[in-house]
């Protein structure tokens, strides 16, 4: 098929590449570990022999060697090179930070409208501690819009040094820790390494370099969806900031966690959706395509082209206890 089809140029309902592209990235991986014998959990963490003859190697700048070891540090795999293995094939389109930040989009369609207690807020939280590994919804926020920032600059051609972009929590500097290569050559089956250069053909890149990093960054996701999410976590950072002045002033007692609990009502859910219309041209509780109000609409697309899934499947695949 012409490389514009397969790239996702006719609308997959996503955003993310055409799901025939998709498809056949699944069924190729599927096939290369059936070969190997490898199908169980040793192969997904990157720890089964499916003999790695071949060599990936790609270039980073410093600014997207850090963003990529923040990507490792806040995901399951032990290793950039295993982290790159299952992003660059699309068996895993979830790790990049971008991919996680689905998660504002996912939390605000669930609560949309309702005053938030206690309740909402720690959801928030173990969502946090599930996703990326961090509990502090400050902490969380800090690195999406962090991540979101790069993305944006990148795009515009914009992104310079470490420097330009917001802070990364401290935690997720301490597992970064320093001395970060800005070379990176990963060891992949034969098999595996085809996909990839067959992926790249039939994308907007133009080689499997940038195709790799703009995947593992997560920096190929749709642009207007990250500027609706980079919307969300700047007003919820501004219902954190409120909630903190309320602290100082004394409207909130000492003992009250700093968050958005007991501080987003109506009139800040309205905020929201004002400057969603002022930004994107519509309403998140604006008439849908029924002539109803259709808060669904960004909300929903935005939870299911970041978590690469439907809100209902990803709330199935998070723990019990959430």
Known sequence: M???????????GTGLAHRWLRQRGVFAE?????????????????????????????????????????????SRYRSRSAYLRAVATGRDRRAPILAKAG?????ARAHFGETI?????????????????????????ALIRRHLRAARLAASGKLGGVESLPPAPERVQQRVGSGLSTEVSTRVCQERKRLIRENAAYSAYSGMSGFVRHVALGWDRNGEVLARCAAIAEWMEGCRKQSLQDRVEGKVAPEDQVGLKGQVGPEDWERLD??????FGDYLSGPGASGRADVEGALRRGTRHLLGAAPETFASRVPAEL
Not at 103 to 107: A, G, P, S
């Open 2 to 12: 012409p490389g514009r089809l397969m790239a996702g140029v006719v609308d997959s």
């Open 30 to 74: 599927l096939r290369t570990l059936e070969r190997s014998g490898k199908t169980g959990g040793d192969a997904e963490f990157g720890t089964g022999e499916i003999g790695r003859s071949e060599v990936l190697s790609i270039r980073l700048s410093r600014v997207q060697a850090v963003l990529l070891a923040e990507a490792v540090a806040c």
């Open 103 to 107: 998660v504002l989009f996912f939390w």
């Open 117 to 141: 207690g206690p309740e909402e807020q720690e959801n928030l939280e173990r969502l946090g501690r599930f996703l990326f590994g961090i509990g502090d919804v400050g902490e969380m926020l």
């Open 274 to 279: 004002g400057e969603t219309y002022r930004r």
